[in-house]
C-alpha cells in the first residue's frame, strides 16, 4: 500500500506511524472534514497546474486554519514534478509506459508542525487546530516506536527543529498520524576496506560481502516477483468472477473488498521479506564495519521484458527495498553509498572481464565479444563497487563454475530446555529448527583488489539463502551464520 507522500526521502528523516483515536464525534467530524476539504483542493490543484494556469493558495484557505491549503499546495507541486519527471523518461523511452496523471485518492492531510500540539495526561493527547479556534483531540497509541521520542514531542516549541510535517491519513477505518523525526547518525564505525555491494534483483537481494580476509557473495532469496504473481493470479481470477458487475450492486462491492483484501496481504508480506533481507543486510554491516553501495532508480532501466505488467510487477518492492534500505541504514548508523544516475547504467551488462558492454541473454546469463559468459545479478556486484572506485577487478574467470554442497543448521528452540538428550536426538524436529544454506564453491576464483589498502583479495565462496524460510530466525543471527559460513 502506498503511503501518502513524506519526506521520507530526505535521509536525516525516520517516520514514526502512530494509530491516533478522536476523544469525541465532533473531532472525528472535524478531521473527516478536513481530510475530504484536502483531497478536493489538492485534486483541484493538480487539475490546475497541469493545465499551466496560475493561482494562489489562498483562494483555497476556505474556513481552515491557513496553512491548510498552502500544504495542499506543495502537495500538489511536488506530485506534477514528479510526473513530469516521470514523463521526460517516457519520452527518452527509459520506462515502458505513459505514467497516468497524478491525482490523489487516499484520504490524508499534510500538516504544519504548528498545527499539531501533545500532552500528556496519563495517557499520550494530541490536538490538532483545524479551524481558527477549533481543534480535534485524539488519544495516541503509544508504541514502542514512539516512545523514545514522547519528551521530544511534548515539548515541541523546542525541538521544533527536530520534526518533519505530520500526515494525517487513514488505513482502512482506523487514523494513523505520521511524524518524520530526525535521527542524529550515530557514531559510524566503519571499517576502512569492508563493503557491502547491493543488487536487487525480483527474485533476490544479492550481496558482495567484503571484509578484512572474509569474501563471498550472498544471494538473499525473496521469490518477490512469484509472490507477485501469484497474487496477480488472484486478483484475475476474482476479475473473471466478479469483474461483469456493476461496481453498486452487492457483487461489485464484494470485488472491491476482496481485492482490498489481497491487496493488503500482498503489500504486507513484501514489506516482511524485505524488511528482514534488510535486517540481515544491516546486521552483516554492524558485524563487520562495512559501509553499503546500492544502485539509484534500478527498475527504470533494468526492467527484463517489456509492457505494463512487468513494470507494475517490479516497481512497487523495488521502491519500497530502497526507502527502506535508506531509513533503516541512518537508524542503525550504516554509512550508505549511492551510485548516481549515470553511474548506474548498465551496471548488469558490463562484462566483468573485458569491461565491454554484453548481450543479456536473460536475467541470469550474459555472454560477451570477448567468450565471457556471466550472471548479470552476480557480477552486477562487482561493477557496483567498481564504479565508486571501491575495487579492481584482477581476474574473471571466463565462466563461473561450482561444487555445491548444502549446509543445514540447526538451531535449539526453547523447548530443547526441558528435554532429555535422548528424547531431543529422537525427535529433532520437535526441538529444533532447520535453516538449508547452499554453499557453492568457485572453481576458479575471482581476484578483486581493493582501492584503499591494495591488498588482493580472492573470493572463492557463494552462499545462498531463501529468506522466506529463516524469517522465524532473528536476522542478526542470520547474518552471523552467513559471516562464519563466509570465512
Ligand atoms: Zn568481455
Known amino acids: 500500500m502506498p503511503e501518502p507522500p513524506h519526506p521520507q526521502n530526505d535521509r536525516q528523516y525516520t517516520a514514526v506511524v502512530v494509530p491516533i483515536e478522536p476523544l469525541d464525534d465532533e473531532s472525528l467530524e472535524l478531521i473527516d472534514e478536513l481530510l475530504v476539504y484536502f483531497n478536493t483542493i489538492t485534486n483541484e490543484m493538480i487539475r490546475r497546474l497541469l493545465k499551466g494556469e496560475k493561482f494562489n493558495y489562498k483562494e483555497y ?12 499546495e506543495k502537495i500538489a507541486i511536488e506530485l506534477v514534478t514528479a510526473y513530469k519527471k516521470l514523463c521526460g523518461l517516457f519520452r527518452k523511452r527509459l520506462i515502458p509506459c505513459k505514467p497516468s496523471e497524478p491525482t490523489v485518492n487516499k484520504l490524508f492531510a499534510r500538516l504544519a508542525k504548528e498545527q499539531i500540539k501533545f500532552r500528556l495526561n496519563n495517557e499520550l493527547l494530541l490536538r490538532i487546530s483545524v479551524k481558527p479556534r477549533k481543534f480535534a483531540y485524539f488519544k495516541v497509541h503509544v508504541t514502542k516506536q514512539l516512545k523514545p521520542f514522547i519528551p521530544l514531542l ?81 486478483r484475475r481470477g476474482l476479475q473473471k468472477k466478479y469483474g461483469k458487475s456493476n461496481p453498486n450492486t452487492k457483487h461489485g462491492r464484494k470485488l472491491r473488498r476482496l481485492l482490498s483484501k489481497y491487496g493488503s496481504r500482498e503489500a504486507m508480506r513484501i514489506k516482511e521479506i524485505t524488511r528482514y533481507a534488510i535486517h540481515t543486510i544491516i546486521g552483516l554491516a554492524w558485524l563487520t564495519g562495512a559501509k553499503l553501495v546500492r544502485e539509484s532508480l534500478k527498475h527504470l532501466k533494468d526492467i527484463p521484458g517489456k509492457g505494463l505488467l512487468s513494470y507494475r510487477l517490479s516497481s512497487l518492492p523495488y521502491t519500497t527495498f530502497r526507502n527502506m ?40 546469463y550474459a555472454k560477451c565479444k570477448c567468450g565471457c559468459e556471466f550472471n548479470p545479478q552476480i557480477s552486477a556486484l562487482f561493477i557496483i563497487a567498481k564504479r565508486k572506485s571501491l575495487l579492481r577487478i584482477i581476474k574473471w574467470p571466463k565462466k563461473l563454475e561450482y561444487n555445491e554442497k548444502q549446509v543445514i543448521i540447526r538451531i535449539p528452540m526453547k523447548r530443547l530446555a526441558n528435554a532429555s538428550i535422548e528424547e531431543a536426538t529422537k525427535n529433532p524436529i520437535k526441538y529444533y529448527r532447520f535453516i538449508r544454506i ?18 588482493q583479495v580472492r573470493i572463492k565462496k557463494m552462499l545462498e539463502v531463501d529468506v522466506r524460510k529463516t524469517l522465524w530466525l532473528a536476522p542478526l543471527r542470520l547474518a552471523t551464520i552467513l559471516l562464519e559460513l563466509a570465512k
Do not use: W
Open 438 to 455: 547452499t554453499i557453492k564453491e568457485l572453481k576458479n576464483p575471482i581476484t578483486i583488489q581493493l582501492a584503499q589498502s591494495g591488498t
Open 61 to 72: 484557505k476556505g474556513d481552515f486554519h491557513t496553512k491548510v491549503s498552502q500544504r495542499a
Open 325 to 364: 534500505l535508506d531509513t533503516k541504514s541512518t537508524q542503525h548508523g550504516v554509512r550508505l553509498i549511492v551510485l548516481s544516475e549515470d553511474e548506474t547504467m548498465n551496471t548488469s551488462r558490463e562484462c566483468p572481464k573485458c569491461g565491454r558492454i554484453a548481450t543479456r541473454i536473460n536475467s541470469e
Open 154 to 234: 511534548l515539548d515541541l516549541e523546542k525541538n521544533r527543529s527536530m520534526i518533519g510535517e505530520p500526515t494525517i491519513f487513514y488505513r482502512g477505518k482506523r487514523l494513523f498520524l505520521s511524524i518524520p523525526i530526525r535521527v542524529l547518525k550515530g557514531p559510524v564505525v566503519e571499517a576502512p576496506d569492508a563493503l557491502i555491494s547491493i543488487d536487487y534483483n525480483e527474485n533476490s537481494i544479492d550481496l558482495l560481502l567484503i571484509a578484512g580476509n572474509t569474501a563471498a557473495i550472498i544471494r538473499l532469496f525473496t521469490y518477490l516477483k512469484v509472490l507477485r504473481e501469484k497474487y496477480a493470479e488472484i
